[in-house]
């Protein structure tokens, strides 16, 4: 079974200042992939970032990159120079090979608040 | 515009009513599931399909049915809702394997009086 850990239920930070959201997983599938999604007010649910479990290099994408550190199971993402728009919640979510990369199994997410 | 398209986005309803959410999607993608998020749970995966005819379980499926007639659809079917169905749904689309991103579609808002 796959499992995702996102201890922080909130998250403050000051717009243009980096942040750092945690998330910890646990898989017995040989190969894994990693993904973040931000979900504003409106709902939907935007796909950032991801990383497979074999990927030599941390992912980045503009301003987001996944600080990817397997031997402690970490895949936390770093938001640099936050915006206002930044705010929102945020899920991690793994899916794996046993699963033939379709479900994918969500953390119960983080809110993020950027203030001016 | 690659997209994955629900409807209704908005849906209130009374109790053994069935209904239907539709999904589909414009980008060919083998594989489409389905997602229901309730507060403090993240999203739970209901059911989901890897090819036209071919439907397998989620974490969630006790109350739901799906079937997949053609590839770009994947209707979720709820024959009895009761209360706690209330929740926001979600269909996502992918191309399949360890080739990244799920497309997700903007949600269904479902409440079950």
């Known amino acids: 079974a796959q499992k995702i850990t996102q201890t922080q239920p909130g998250m403050f930070v000051q717009e243009k200042e980096a942040v750092t959201l945690d998330c910890t997983y646990d898989?017995?599938?040989?190969?894994?992939?990693l993904f973040w999604y931000k979900q504003p007010s409106s709902g939907e649910m935007i796909f950032l970032i991801y990383?497979?479990?074999?990927?030599?290099q941390n992912a980045t994408e503009g301003r987001y990159s996944l600080n990817f550190q397997k031997a402690r199971k970490s895949a936390n993402l770093v938001i640099s120079a936050s915006q206002l728009g930044d705010s929102a919640m945020y899920f991690c979510a793994i899916t794996g090979q046993n699963t033939g990369f379709q479900k994918l199994v969500f953390g119960t997410g983080t809110r993020l608040l950027v203030s001016p | 515009e690659a997209q994955v398209t629900q409807n209704p986005r908005y849906l209130i309803t009374v109790t053994g009513k069935k209904l239907t959410v539709t999904c589909s999607q414009n980008m060919n993608h083998e594989y489409m599931s389905w997602y229901r998020q309730d507060p403090g749970l993240g999203l739970r995966q209901i059911y989901y399909?890897?090819?036209?005819?071919?439907?397998d379980k989620g974490d969630v499926p006790e109350g739901y049915k799906v079937s997949r007639k053609e590839k770009r659809n994947f209707p979720l079917i709820l024959e009895s809702p009761s209360p706690n169905q209330t929740s926001l749904y979600f269909c996502?689309?992918?191309?399949?394997?360890?080739?990244?991103?799920?497309?997700f579609g903007p949600g269904t808002r479902l409440t079950v009086t």
């Open positions: 990383q497979g479990s074999y990927d030599q």
């Open positions: 399909s890897m090819n036209v005819e071919v439907t």
């Open positions: 996502a689309s992918s191309l399949g394997g360890d080739l990244g991103e799920q497309y």
């Open positions: 898989t017995s599938d040989p190969s894994y992939g």
